[in-house]
């Protein structure tokens, strides 16, 4: 309760605090907030209030047929897709002029390869090509923004950031919750998402973004660890 409170409260860690073992916490206090929200989504499902839905990676780890996918799998959603979000929507998590801007150009151009397929213009795998597209594009709009943007910009309030980075976060995930019947059903995918977002930003900004990545990787690996373990 204490951590969660230094959590909201987005207070400073004590000086005695280990780094690793309060983001490995924080990693446990996401999970215990999406074991809650799963009972919710079975009693809401009795009601017709949820429409139950699995993500596309849980389906990719059920139907592979080999263990050079599994890994592939493992990869790309333990370690990749961690990194691109952590990048898009903590970097600019920031005081820094540099590192706001930069991540404000990941986040642009990573909510505009998801919605417009844009990087499918390449002739290369849809992964590869979202990965390479990611990197240039951000870093190049990055650049840009480093240039264009005025140096006395005054930055908000980091609760309002990571506030804004936490929805940005949720509603990300809108292209892989499929279709629901009603509010209730996206509010109760959504919030946790939302709460991990939250979670994360706290550790970028109190901790440090490679806790951050770290938290969000483990968070991943164990959700598919199951998923393997029961398919």
């Known amino acids: 309760m204490k951590l969660l409170k230094q959590i909201i409260r987005l207070q400073p860690l004590e000086v005695a605090d280990n780094k690793l073992k309060i983001s490995t916490k924080i990693y446990g206090l ?21 429409a139950n839905y699995s993500h596309p990676a849980s389906e990719s780890l059920k139907s592979a047929d080999s263990i050079l996918m599994i890994f592939y799998i ?27 801007l930069l991540g404000l150009g990941f986040c642009l151009i990573f909510f505009t390869l998801i919605f417009t397929d844009f990087n499918r213009l390449l002739p290369i795998s849809p992964e590869l090509s979202f990965n390479l597209s990611f990197v240039l594009l951000g870093v190049t709009l990055g650049y840009l923004l480093i240039k264009i943007v005025p140096k006395k910009l005054e930055l908000p309030r980091m609760f309002i950031l990571i506030i804004i980075s936490s929805i940005l976060f949720a509603l990300l995930h809108l292209n892989v919750i499929g279709k629901q019947n009603n509010l209730l059903g996206y509010l109760i995918i959504l919030l946790p998402y939302f709460i991990k977002g939250y979670f994360y930003g706290y550790i970028t900004f109190r901790i440090g973004f490679r806790y951050a990545f770290f938290a969000h990787a483990l968070h991943n690996f164990t959700l598919l660890f199951m998923t393997l ?3």
């Open 229 to 231: 373990m029961i398919r």
């Open 30 to 50: 996401g999970l215990l907030v999406l074991a809650i929200f799963t009972i919710f989504k079975m009693i809401a499902a009795n009601y017709d209030l949820y």
């Open 74 to 100: 493992l990869l790309i959603s333990v370690f990749i897709h961690p990194l691109l979000e952590e990048l898009s929507f903590r970097l600019w998590l920031s005081k820094n002029r540099y590192r706001f």
